[in-house]
């Protein structure tokens, strides 16, 4: 490895979490996930001290003085206290064999450094610079209207939204201007697996190992149930029936997707779960689940208050459940799942199948 220490900085729904992932499989990477921005707090202790020293420590200081004490300020000994206290909370007592520690932050809008009019990223990004040893910083972004139409965002104005992530990156990239030690990824590329991930992998010095990141790839990371966030997912247990897998596959239709499958007295199996078609829907699809050549009509028109609430300006998430009973799947059995538009042609979006 060619540094101590990587952060990962962007705002919420980018996939840092896959990409925290995928940098935990380098060995001796110990990547953290978000602390709350413990380290913006560490920097504005180390603002007050840092102006108590400039305005009041020029000069010894007595025992009647208001600033006693101030001229013994020390801000190299600050940053090694911190270091090791940020280190000793992120990396524990998992200290054999960890070359590299960090975390992600979402946490880098002015919503939560300081405000638009006194935004504090660029002296932030250099306190970091300071704190963290021989660092490496990640910068993510996404597609900004895949960002503001999360849930995440909710509570939260969408133009509002784009601003602040317009002003992070803007200010960003004037920071990370000739420096070495930084390096912008997209979402879209770390799941297509585009050649700037490799890249990133060549420039802190790791060996890109293609099987072990499938592996982060094929696991559905943070809010789940977005077919952008499943479109590259290879399979997804079933919590409540451990026998079933799902492999998803993305559709333009469909907004969101899960499901829960339960094993019943009668010899079968009950599949069901949430599908809602993107708000922009009008016409009416039906679903179809075919095992061993044998067609199954599915339940489509079930009352999901939940997740009408979760999505409250999509009228397709009303009535989104669905539920239809199958004979249990077997050791290598699958059954697939299919939206059918009124014209009668389906299109495949699940795969179902036993796996032991």
Same mark, same amino acid.
């Given at each position: ?48 001290? *840092? ?6 420590? *020029? ?58 009019? &006194? ?18 910083? %990640?910068?993510?972004?996404?597609? %900004? ?17 784009? &601003? ?44 890109? &190992? ?46 969101? %997707?899960?499901?829960? @499958? ?56 009303? &009535? ?29 979006? @699940? ?6």
């Amino acid at each position: 490895m060619k540094y101590k220490s990587i952060l990962i900085l962007t705002y919420g729904r980018t996939g840092s979490t896959l990409l925290m992932g995928i940098l935990n499989t380098i060995p001796g990477v110990l990547i953290r996930g978000e602390n709350m921005n413990i380290c913006f707090n560490l920097f504005s202790t180390y603002t007050s001290l *840092k102006i108590t020293k400039e305005q009041h420590g *020029k000069r010894p200081t007595d025992p009647t003085d208001p600033f006693y004490g101030a001229d013994e300020l020390d801000e190299k000994l600050f940053f090694r206290d911190a270091q090791i206290l940020l280190k000793n909370q992120l990396v524990g007592d998992i200290k054999n064999n960890i070359e590299c520690w960090g975390f992600k932050e979402i946490r880098y809008l002015p919503y939560n450094l300081g405000g638009t009019e &006194n935004y504090k990223l660029i002296p932030y990004l250099d306190f970091l610079s300071k704190l963290m040893p021989n660092p490496f910083f %990640i910068f993510l972004t996404r597609d %900004i209207s895949k960002v503001i139409n999360s849930g995440f965002w909710k509570n939260h104005k969408p133009e509002e939204v784009v &601003n602040q992530i317009k002003l992070f990156e803007e200010q960003a990239k004037k920071w990370t201007e000739n420096k070495n030690n930084c390096f912008w990824i997209s979402y879209e590329d770390i799941v297509n697996k585009a050649q700037s991930l490799n890249k990133l992998f060549n420039l802190i010095g790791a060996t890109y &190992n293609e099987k072990l990141i499938d592996k982060v790839l094929s696991k559905e990371h943070s809010y789940g149930g977005k077919l952008e966030n499943l479109s590259h997912v290879i399979e997804r247990k079933i919590d409540d029936y451990n026998n079933i897998s799902a492999r998803f596959i993305s559709n333009s239709n469909i907004e969101y %997707i899960n499901f829960d @499958a339960y094993e019943l007295k009668d010899n079968l199996v009950k599949i069901g779960g949430v599908i809602v078609l993107k708000p922009n829907i009008s016409e009416k699809f039906q679903l179809y689940l075919e095992k061993d050549r044998e067609s199954f009509k599915v339940t489509w028109d079930i009352p999901s208050p939940i997740i009408a609430k979760k999505f409250p300006n999509n009228p397709n998430a009303q &009535n989104a459940r669905f539920k239809v009973l199958i004979p249990p799947l077997k050791e290598g059995e699958s059954a697939k799942l299919y939206l059918v538009n009124s014209k009668g042609n389906k299109e495949h979006i @699940a795969t179902l199948f036993h796996k032991i």
